[in-house]
Structure formats: structure tokens, C-alpha cells
């Protein structure tokens, strides 16, 4: 089995598994020899040890110990020594060394036998694989990396946008282990999100940004579901509205991160129950949902002490009293995003410098202008 790429950029770095080298891409035409066959590793030894000079790891080192020196290797520097040798091509492709895979750097070169040559290896073994904007891949090659590597727990389909809920209901049925998972912008349906809650109880993370198709009641269903949640990116949901954030606020009280932007059916009552009930929050993102008035800051100063990151670009109806009542209650705060907020004055940021010292990022490039002339 082989994995065909094209050439990419050069980069370097073997720190995270991460596919940051491309040098072993070849010109087109070429292969890279990634895949082979198991084979009787004494038989290979025999054949290449006969003379030692020219394999003496070989000889001297343990196959287990050539694995652990492997396993501190990306999957771009393993393809490479699998290159070497027969003997070490088995052995650097081990799939105990695969356990971390991210083809961020190949994105579209990916061809979907590379996802089933991936599964077929790793096995068990893989436990995070990133995937976003691979968009060659497609439902039967998502189907055969869920049923052979079930012990999944990060996966990232960013942007993969041949899938369907084909895949989203495989994932489900078959990850059982997901903590983590990115569908932004993915084609995905009610029927898929109530798949993913039911099958995955551990998930802690979603990225379900722009997954237009999603209706309010998906989400709420999902929200009921998923009592683990930790953190929830639901950017440019048109359907996310009130009722969902009070199932989540009810539902998932350990919730760390909530990012809502343009999600403009949101009213106050929607973070006023995230607020009463989410008190370890420490980022919170409503950029333009129009209808926050300082209630929702009221509420947040007076239950979310941890917050440290507050996004509030475009809520043209805050004004200093909500933020005078968040800064005096949030005093762990160290970014605020107040660009658009035009009915706050230097009060705000008076008020600012008085309560919150961790504070080191405010955008709001007009008041700190009026800040300087004062």
C-alpha cells in the first residue's frame, strides 16, 4: 500500500506529530513507499544483517527499543525512515507510533485510499487525527477510519465538505471515546448531532461554527444530551436561541468556553441562564448579537469571577452600567472586546484600570484615543 502526495511547502517541526515536513514528498509520478505489507521480522533480519557493518542498530538494538526511539518521530520523519529498509519500514509504521496524525499541511492532496491505508495501520492504536480541509475524503473513507479505529478521541473534519450524516451517524455509532470534535462548516444535519450526543458521552468539545443546516431543535436535543460539554463554538447558528442556552445552561454547568458570534436570535435571557448557572465560564464571545442589553453584563459580573475573556464587538446596547457591574465582578478579565460598543464612554475604561490588573488586550481603538487626550 503507498500514499501518494504532491509536493507541498517545507517546514519543520517533529515536536506534536504534526505533518510539517514536506521534503519527502517526491516530483509527480513519484511515490512515497509509506504502507507494506507485514512481513517475519526474523526472516528480514536474517536477510539484511548479513553484514552487520551496514546494520549494526539493527543487530544491537531491540525492535521494541527502534519503536520507542520511532515513536518520538512526526508521521512525515517515520515515512522517511520507513524508507531505509524493510525491516525498519515495519517498524517505524508500527501503529503504536501512529497514535497522533494531522494532514493539515497536504489538506486537499489527500486522496481518500490515504484515510483507509491511515486506519489499516493504526488501528486501536490512533487517538487524534486532524483532518480539516481534506476535502477529498469522503463518507466510505471516514466509515472505514471509525469502525477500525475506534478508540478515537480528537478528530478534526473542519471544512471536509463531502460528508455527510452518512459519516456524522458512523462516528457516533462507532466513537465512543470522542472527547473532541471539529465540524465547522460541515454538512451536517439534526440526525447526525443527535447520533454524535447518543454515542458520544464523553465529548467535551464541539466546533459546530457555520453548520447551517442545523435547526433549533437539533441543537436543543444535542444540548440535552451532552452533559459533559466544556466548551461550544456555534458561530453564524442562525437557530441557536434562547431555549438552547437555557438547556445548556442547565445541562452542561461545567462549561468553560461558549462562542456565539452572529448568532442574532440570542436576547438577554439566553446569557442570563448561562451566567446563573455556568460559574466557571472564562470565555465568552457575543460578538454582534444585537439584542444583549446590560442585563447580560449584570449577570455575568455578578456570578462568572473567572471570566477572562469577554467578546462583545458589535452590541451596540451596552453601555458603561453593564460594564462598570462586569469589570467590578470580573476581575480576572484579560482581553475585552469593545469595538461598535458606542454607548460606553471613558467611564468604562476608568473603570477598567481600577478592577481589572490582569487586563492586556482591549480593542477599542477609538476610546483608547479618547484616553490619551484626556
Known sequence: MKFTFRKNKKTANSKDNRI?????????????????GNENLENIIE????????????????????IRIFSYLDIVSLCRCAQVSKYWNILALDGSNLQNVDLFEFQRDVSENVIGNIASRCNEFLRTI??????SISDESLEILCLKCPNVE???LKQCLKLTDRSFVNIGNNLHYLTSLNLESCNISDQGIKCIAKGCPRLQAI?????INLSSDG??????????????????????KNRVLIKIAENCSELISLILNNC??????????????????KHLCVSNCKHLSDASLIALGKNCHELCIFESSGCSNLSDNGFTALSKGCPNLMRLDLEECLRITNSTI??????????????????????KMV
Not at 130 to 135: K, V
Not at 219 to 240: E, I, P, V, W, Y
Open 20 to 36: 510539517t515536513d514536506s521534503s519527502i514528498i517526491q516530483d509527480q509520478g513519484e511515490t512515497v513507499s509509506m504502507l507494506k
Open 47 to 66: 536477510n539484511e544483517g548479513r553484514s552487520i557493518e551496514q546494520n549494526l542498530i539493527n543487530i544491537k538494538l531491540p525492535k521494541e527499543l527502534i
Open 130 to 135: 486532524r483532518l480539516e480541509n481534506c476535502r
Open 154 to 156: 480528537l478528530l478534526n
Open 207 to 211: 466546533e459546530l461554527s457555520w453548520c
Open 219 to 240: 441543537l436543543f436535543n444535542f444540548a440535552d444530551l451532552c452533559s459533559n460539554l466544556q466548551h461550544l463554538s456555534a458561530k453564524g447558528l442562525g437557530n441557536m
Open 264 to 281: 442574532n436570535s440570542i436576547t438577554d435571557d439566553g446569557i442570563i441562564a448561562i451566567a446563573n448557572n455556568c460559574q466557571y465560564l
Open 350 to 371: 476608568q473603570n477598567l484600570v481600577n478592577n481589572c490588573f490582569k487586563l492586556k488586550h482591549l480593542v477599542n481603538l477609538l476610546f483608547l484615543m479618547k484616553l
